[in-house]
Structures are given as structure tokens and as C-alpha cells.
């Protein structure tokens, strides 16, 4: 089965102590993405990756960091983490690539993470 | 800099009571503009995906269309399982892959 997993799902942490949220895709998609959802603000891109080792911000990023080391997998880093990440966190992949000037998408998002930040 | 908005932000619908969502948008120059599903507590749930005016996609109960400068879902005759956010999200500039979201609608149907 096609999936997007993300551990864990729930998440209570204090400020400072960091953590990593993990995502893995088992699709072999090349893009993957990190987002936020807040009420009132929406989805917000946090950071993308277009392939193993190429990373790039998105609209949120600061506080945060990723790596892809591997296909499958876009771990989300909370270095020190402050109240205002508390928030739900969304992983996708996607089939994503340009067919002359559109843009092709088939996004797949994982569960999601609630992290709450004390 | 992109902007979707979406309208209404909530909308109550009697069963059979059809209706439509509306995503305007503010971009240089539209390379895809995609709608999406939301149930509670879950991941958005890719619906469609809209290039030129004049386009139209359906899935059952769903008719989205696309003009110049705002995208419709139309809902036939919903169903209390069509209760849901439904997300718009372009993409925008040559070569781009930055997804700019709007707020989403929240769709009650009432039995």
C-alpha cells in the first residue's frame, strides 16, 4: 500500500529539547515536504526536497531543519524548540515534475504530527 | 507574492443542497492549481488539478472549474460523507515548486 508515515503522531516536548519528527514514503517519489497547519494560517511549507541531498526553504523554515539522505526518508529537526512550533505537522510526497509549462502534482501527505511545545 | 484566498471560510448545507467553494488567486502566472480533501484529524486527500481556463475536472459528486482568476468546486447534491475542509493550493512561475495554499472551506452537511 501507497503510504506517508510520520512518528510519532503525538508529541509533548518542553522548550529547548530537541526533537526529530520522522517521515518515510515507501512511493520512491523524488519530492518530499514538510508543512505546518495553524488555525486561521492554513498549510505553510516549511521546507522541500526535490531529491537526496537538495534541500530548500519554504515559507516557514526558520527554527527548523532536514536532511534527505535517503529517498524514503525527510526527517524534520526542532533544534531547540520554542512555543510557538507547537502546531500540526504534515510530511507529503509527491510525483511532482513539469510537463512543458505545468506543473504536475500528485501529493501525497502522511497522517501528521501534533506537537505541542510547553 | 502568491495569494489564494478561499469563501466562504464554513458552509452549512442541508443533504441534496448543492453549492460551490470559491479559490481566487493572485499569482505570475498559473502553472497548476490543485484542490484538495481534508478530513478531521487527517491528511489532505489530492482531489484535482486545474491548468487553463476553461477547464473542468469531476469526481462523483465534484465538478471543479477554473477562469482567469478563481476556481469553483462545485458540490451536486452532497452527502453528510462530503463533510470535509477542501483546500486550493497553486503553483505559480516557471519551473517552480512551491505550493502556496489558501485557508480551505469547511463543509458541514447536515442530514
Known amino acids: 500500500e501507497a503510504q506517508v508515515t510520520q512518528n510519532p503522531r503525538y508529541l509533548i516536548t518542553v522548550t529547548g529539547k530537541k526533537l526529530t519528527v520522522t517521515c518515510s514514503q515507501n512511493m520512491n517519489h523524488e519530492y518530499m515536504s514538510w508543512y505546518r497547519q495553524d488555525p486561521g494560517l492554513g498549510l505553510r511549507q516549511i521546507y522541500y526536497s526535490m531529491n537526496v541531498e537538495v534541500t530548500d526553504k519554504g515559507d516557514v523554515p526558520e527554527g527548523y531543519k532536514v536532511s534527505r539522505k535517503e529517498k524514503r526518508n525527510f526527517p524534520l529537526i526542532l533544534e531547540s524548540p520554542s512555543p510557538n512550533q507547537t502546531s500540526l505537522y504534515f510530511c507529503?510526497?509527491?510525483?511532482?515534475?513539469?510537463?512543458?509549462?505545468?506543473?504536475?502534482?500528485?501529493?501525497?501527505f502522511g497522517p501528521g504530527t501534533r506537537l505541542l511545545v510547553l | 507574492e502568491d495569494q489564494v484566498t478561499q469563501s466562504p471560510e464554513a458552509l452549512r448545507l442541508q443533504e441534496g443542497e448543492s453549492s460551490s467553494l470559491n479559490c481566487s488567486y493572485t499569482v505570475s502566472g498559473l502553472r497548476g492549481l490543485f484542490w484538495y480533501r481534508q478530513d478531521p484529524g487527517k491528511g489532505p486527500e489530492f482531489l484535482f488539478t486545474?491548468?487553463?481556463a476553461g477547464e473542468e475536472k469531476e469526481k462523483e459528486r465534484l465538478k471543479a472549474t477554473l477562469t482567469k482568476k478563481e476556481s469553483f468546486l462545485h458540490i451536486t447534491a452532497p452527502k453528510p460523507e462530503d463533510s470535509a475542509t477542501y483546500l486550493c493550493a497553486v503553483v505559480s512561475g516557471a519551473g517552480s515548486y512551491q505550493l502556496t495554499f489558501g485557508k480551505g472551506t469547511k463543509l458541514s452537511v447536515i442530514p
Open positions: 486545474l491548468y487553463s
Open positions: 507529503a510526497s509527491s510525483l511532482s515534475y513539469w510537463k512543458g509549462d505545468r506543473h504536475a502534482r500528485t501529493q501525497y
